[in-house]
C-alpha cells in the first residue's frame, strides 16, 4: 500500500525521476551522424556501425531492430534496398530503406558475423542464438553519444528512431509520409512523436508564397 501524500515519509522520499531528464530524446543532427560513425569506424567496431546505421535508416524501435534477422535483410548475397518488418507494437507492417553506407556496413559485418538467414543480425554474447538485449542496445547508444561529446540523458534509442524521420519532416513538410515510414497509426501520434509545434508550421507557411 501506497503513502499518503500526507504522510510526513511522503515527503522525505525522492521523486523517482529526481534528476533524471525525462520526455521525448533529441533527434541526432547530421553532423552527430557522420561524428559517431567516426568513432565507430576508428575503434574499428564493425558491429556497432552495422547497428547504427540500420537504426538510423530503418527508423524501428529497439525493439524491432534487436530481433531483426538475416533473412529479413539480405537477398541472395546483397543487402536488399528496402525490406519490411512487423512491428512488435502495433502487429502491422512497416516498410524502410537502406542506403548505400547502411547496407555496406551491414555486409561487412554480416560476413565477419557468419551465420544462417534464420540468425538474428545482432547476436547475444550470453546466447549466440538469440540477439542482444534492448538494455545492453540502449547502452550502446548512451556510449556512442557520450563519445562524440552529448549529454547522454538528452538522447536514447528514440533518438535514432527520430534523427531521419525529423530531417524528412524538416525538408519536406509531409507528415503523412513520416507517419507511414514511422508505422504509426494515427497522424497525431507523429505529431506528437516529431515535438510538431505552431512554430513549425508558421515556418513551413513562412515558405509558401501565393
Given at each position: ?53 540500420f537504426a538510423i535508416d530503418s527508423k524501428l524501435r529497439g525493439c524491432d531492430i534487436v530481433k531483426i534477422k538475416i533473412s529479413d535483410l539480405v537477398s541472395g548475397a546483397a543487402i536488399r534496398n528496402r525490406a519490411t518488418v512487423i512491428q512488435q507494437k502495433t502487429g502491422r507492417p512497416v516498410q524502410f530503406e537502406m542506403m548505400t553506407d547502411c547496407r555496406a556496413s551491414l555486409l561487412k559485418w ?101
Open positions: 500500500m501506497g503513502l499518503s501524500e500526507y504522510d510526513p515519509a511522503f515527503r522525505e522520499r525522492p521523486p523517482w525521476n529526481a534528476g533524471v531528464m525525462v520526455g521525448p530524446k533529441r533527434p541526432l543532427k547530421p553532423r552527430d551522424v557522420w561524428a559517431i560513425r567516426f568513432f565507430l569506424d576508428e575503434h574499428r567496431r564493425i558491429r556497432d556501425r552495422a547497428l547504427f546505421d554480416l560476413e565477419r558475423r557468419g551465420g544462417s538467414i534464420h540468425d538474428h543480425v545482432f547476436p547475444s554474447r550470453v546466447d549466440y542464438l538469440g540477439h542482444i538485449s534492448t538494455r545492453q542496445y540502449a547502452r550502446l547508444v548512451d556510449e556512442w553519444v557520450t563519445a562524440i561529446g552529448l549529454d547522454s540523458r538528452e538522447y536514447g534509442t528514440h533518438s535514432l528512431r527520430r534523427t531521419k524521420a525529423s530531417m524528412i519532416y524538416k525538408a519536406t513538410g509531409n507528415l503523412r509520409a513520416v507517419q507511414i515510414l514511422l508505422g504509426h497509426s494515427k497522424i497525431e501520434n507523429t505529431v506528437r512523436y516529431l515535438g510538431v509545434d505552431i512554430d513549425d508550421a508558421l515556418v513551413l507557411a513562412e515558405r509558401t508564397e501565393i
